[in-house]
């Protein structure tokens, strides 16, 4: 008889997110996470190429309708340009079904499972709820930066694992968008200080380019610069990928399961159990 497909939860679930009831290591999040990124990077590379480059295309076709991207960008500089907020909801509709696939690479990755840059095809049947999910987020998210600059960033960090949610637990953008601020506001620190990370990796990547933009060596800054984001990029897409497994879980065949994965995550979660003495506050530096 053939064997039964058993899928199990590995890391967190939804509802011990809903309660709380979960930790983040900061340190150990992005030390897991660059191992990944080590390991198979490649394939997230590749994807994001396929991706810009569609989005560029997207980008030009939808321009030409409002007399060229030249035209578009005139009108951007003088007033508040209808023409390039279009495009840009154009190539967010168009782009974001493929960076589904990027953003659940970082998942499978978590949870030791290989990738290939194809997968970027992969999840093209949610691609109207993702599309959906990434114009809702991006409304929000440009209503906090309008209104201040601190609520725009708290909602950015509080809405960073809605494709996922939307992908691998099949809700709607809605209900991923209300999950997602439900549990993430519980560890709103340890995530701000990860991204933050992040952030300052990218800034410190960009100084080759601004102190050698006016001198003969302006190419080497360029080439460091791709070089670094050849590893950031990833090691970003890994570290949601992590932060997901930690705090929804992620639903995995049970005949696929690395035990030494699970062994890990026990072990973590009984050790900071232990360091914290039940206590909810696992912020670490």
């Not at 978590?110 to 599309?131: C, D, E, I, Y």
């Not at 909602?155 to 494709?163: D, E, F, G, P, Y």
């Not at 026990?266 to 696992?282: E, M």
Request: charged fraction near 15%; hydrophobic fraction near 55%; proline fraction near 4%.
């Amino acid at each position: 008889m053939p064997e039964k497909n058993i899928i199990v939860s590995i890391g967190g679930s939804v509802e011990c997110a809903v309660k709380g009831e979960y930790s983040i290591d900061v340190k150990a999040v992005l030390s897991e996470a660059w191992q990944h990124t080590v390991k198979s990077r490649m394939s997230i590379n590749l994807a994001l190429l396929f991706v810009l480059i569609f989005g560029m295309i997207v980008s030009f076709i939808a321009s030409s309708f409002f007399g060229g991207i030249e035209l578009v960008f005139e009108e951007a500089q003088t007033k508040d340009s209808q023409a390039l907020q279009m495009i840009n909801v154009i190539v967010t509709i168009a782009v974001w079904p493929f960076m589904a696939g990027i953003e659940m690479m970082g998942v499978f990755h978590a949870v030791n499972r290989p990738t290939q840059s194809k997968m970027a095809l992969s999840f093209l049947h949610r691609g109207s709820w993702v599309a959906l999910c990434a114009l809702l987020t991006s409304l929000l998210i440009s209503i906090g930066f309008q209104l201040l600059i601190v609520p725009g960033v708290l909602l950015a960090v509080l809405l960073s694992l809605t494709i996922p949610l939307v992908v691998e637990k099949k809700l709607t953008p809605v209900q991923a968008i209300i999950l997602s601020i439900k549990a993430l506001r519980f560890k709103i620190v340890p995530l701000l200080s990860i991204y933050v990370v992040l952030f300052m990796a990218l800034i410190l990547l960009t100084l080759p380019i601004a102190l050698l933009i006016e001198s003969s060596l302006a190419p080497l800054g360029i080439v460091v610069f791709f070089l670094g984001f050849s590893y950031l990029a990833p090691w970003y897409y890994n570290v949601k990928g992590v932060l997901y497994r930690e705090i929804f879980g992620v639903f995995v065949d049970e005949n696929s399961i690395d035990s030494e994965l699970v062994d890990s995550i026990n072990q973590n979660a009984a050790t900071k159990d232990t360091d914290h003495n039940g206590s909810d506050d696992s912020f670490s530096a």
